[in-house]
């Protein structure tokens, strides 16, 4: 096909190439269809095609940069309630396993995982309490068979209080935690913190007492269960209770008591491993986490009847006397005795008393158990 010059010059206007000497294009058929103010539209093998005078080249896409036009995706940061939540899913992963009988090593896995998790939270928020709070908690119920963890989970106990020392939970736990340990100074102490922060929970008060009770902290005892009594709503258990702060005031008004009711300072805290400590294979073929306990009363481990300065007995229906085994027990202490149940119209009396011991009873067997109090003041 032979061009005008005309056509040859649109051509060469629209960029494309222009044959020499008007040769023949075979392979593709232009035909030119209209131009309006400069916008020429041009059948190339029946596709229309739109070019302006001032049009350049097209940009071929493959110019383009993929790392220039999408930005690389960030990574969001992970909360501590990521932390937590993983943490507890081990941790209920774990109780799962040893409830359904599986191996050790599944529970001790899930428990070590848990523990990550936690120290994970720690490392990540170190100023966010609920992260030492939750691994405290781990420590705290493997202690039967991981006596190890007690540092640990005294260290973060307080680490977390440090950070909320409004809460009375963790001052709570931790004379919980000492009290186990057989640690009286510092059992007082977080006690005495709890009954500032909760003094409408009755609890607090009686555990108080009766820990001041065992270490002979009579006066103190006495000022703790005037604080008690007006919150006890059950009727049998005011009885109870009255019957043991009237012993007490009895007791204190025949000796001489020093009211040394001031909080003991609690010890240094130990060292916190921020890693956390994992633990191994327990060749121990009971639970390794401890059940939840039913009481949440706190009693001082170590600080029995045999070795306390106060205790409750009972002397069984039919038998007159009964012996109290006591190391604290001197040729000048005074035993006194208070019946809590039984034994109406009765008095208790103290029949004798030695170096390690003392006897109380009846003259005569009673039909029925009869429940006492004692208490040894040296």
Known sequence: MNFTPNQIQQLENLGLNTPKDNQNIS?????????????TLLSIGGLILLKTKNSSSVIPVSSFSSQESIPSPTQVPKSIQHYLLTSQQYFTQALEFQSSNSSS????????ESIIAASNAIREFPNDYRGYEQRAKIYQSLLDTQPQLFAGAIADYQQALKLNQNSADLTRQLASL??????????????SATVSLEPTKAQNFYDLAKIQQQAGLLP????????????????????QVE??????????SQNSFSNNSSIPSPTSPP??????????????????????????NISLKNQ????????????????????????????????????L????????????????????????????????????VN
Do not use: C
């Open 27 to 39: 392979k593709v058929n232009l035909v030119p269809l209209f131009s309006i103010s400069g916008l």
């Open 304 to 339: 029995t009847d045999s070795n306390s300065l106060s205790g409750t007995a009972t002397l069984p229906s039919g038998q007159k006397e009964i012996v109290i085994q006591n190391s604290k027990l001197t040729s000048s202490s005074q035993v006194y005795l208070s019946i």
């Open 243 to 252: 019957i043991e702060k009237q012993s007490l005031e009895k007791i204190i």
């Open 178 to 191: 000492f009290a186990k340990k057989g640690d009286l100074q510092n059992t007082l102490t977080y006690l």
């Open 105 to 112: 090593n599944e529970v001790i896995s899930s428990l070590n």
């Open 341 to 376: 149940t039984g034994g109406k119209n009765q008095s208790l009396e103290l029949l004798s008393k030695s170096m390690n011991s003392f006897t109380a009873g009846f003259s005569s067997p009673l039909s029925e158990d009869v429940v006492f109090k004692w208490w040894i």
């Open 220 to 239: 103190a005892a006495l000022d703790t269960y005037n604080h008690l009594l007006p919150l006890i709503s059950d009727s049998t258990q005011r009885s």
């Open 271 to 296: 060292s916190i491993t921020t890693e956390g400590n994992l633990i191994q294979a327990s060749t121990s073929t009971g639970p390794i986490i401890a059940a939840p306990e039913i009481s949440q």
